[in-house]
């Protein structure tokens, strides 16, 4: 089922669209299954799961951290990790800055944008993510390659397009500007129920879990 479901899924996406399986309380088996049907990058929610299942996986994928980020786990985050999709301050983009060059690399984040301003929920609200970049000129260790965004939630995923349009709006306005430690080439929109209306505003990272492990008739 797991590869049949995510055989499916690459080739209904563009070739310039990477998958993110997400794969949040998935046993390694399953997991391998996952990285034998073709998939590319990981994304974990838990640093603790990751720590169990890496030893297992290691370096044949790409990991990238997905969940809500702890100050006191960055260090273990930026030892592990190929990417972190979810920072949402200049503190913890400083923490991040400090870890990866004590580990001696360069971390490649990605910026939360919290589109649809839920208190909530993580993440930069749309007007404050210039403001964010422009505070993280002076940090070396860290590469900012894009933007994520989850929207609200919605029962009606055509709903989310407004979200993931405002988002892909404010990464071709921060393209014009990009420094040495800002390029912006990701942006990460869409999840199991969004990901076609995602790849129609231009994502090129979509974070699918639901589809990849459940059995073919969720579709």
């Known amino acids: 089922m797991i ?12 070739e310039d669209v990477l998958l993110v399986a997400a794969v949040k309380s998935r046993s390694t088996y399953e997991i391998k299954e996952v990285v034998d049907a073709g998939v ?3 994304g974990e929610n838990y640093l603790q799961e990751t720590e169990k299942l890496f030893p ?12 809500s980020i702890q100050k006191n786990k960055i260090k273990k985050i930026v030892k592990i990790f ?3 999709e979810t920072v949402d301050s200049v503190d913890v983009l400083r923490e991040i800055d400090k870890r990866a060059k004590n580990a001696g690399k360069i971390m490649p984040v990605l910026i939360e944008v919290n589109s649809g301003k839920e208190e909530q929920k993580s993440g930069v ?7 964010l970049l422009d505070a993280a000129a002076p940090f070396k260790n860290v590469l900012i390659q894009g933007l994520m965004t989850m929207g609200p939630f919605m029962a009606d995923p055509e709903k989310l397009r407004p979200y993931f349009k ?5 990464f071709d306005r921060l393209k014009t500007r990009e420094t040495e430690n800002v390029q912006m080439k990701y942006l990460s929109m869409g ?3 969004s990901y076609k209306i995602a790849i129609q505003e231009r994502a090129n990272f979509v974070r699918i879990g639901k589809l990849i492990f459940w059995p073919r008739h969720y579709r």
């Not at 995510?6 to 996406?13: A, G, H, M, N, P």
């Not at 297992?56 to 969940?67: L, T």
């Not at 609200?125 to 403001?131: A, F, G, I, R, S």
């Open 125 to 131: 609200y749309p007007e404050q993510v210039k403001q």
């Open 56 to 67: 297992c996986i290691e370096r044949i994928v790409k990991w990238h951290y997905i969940g």
């Open 191 to 193: 999840m199991s129920d």
């Open 3 to 14: 590869k049949e479901n995510v055989q499916k899924i690459l080739q209904e996406i563009p």
């Open 166 to 170: 405002l988002t892909k709006e404010i």
């Open 40 to 42: 590319k990058i990981i």
């Open 82 to 84: 190929d990417m972190i």
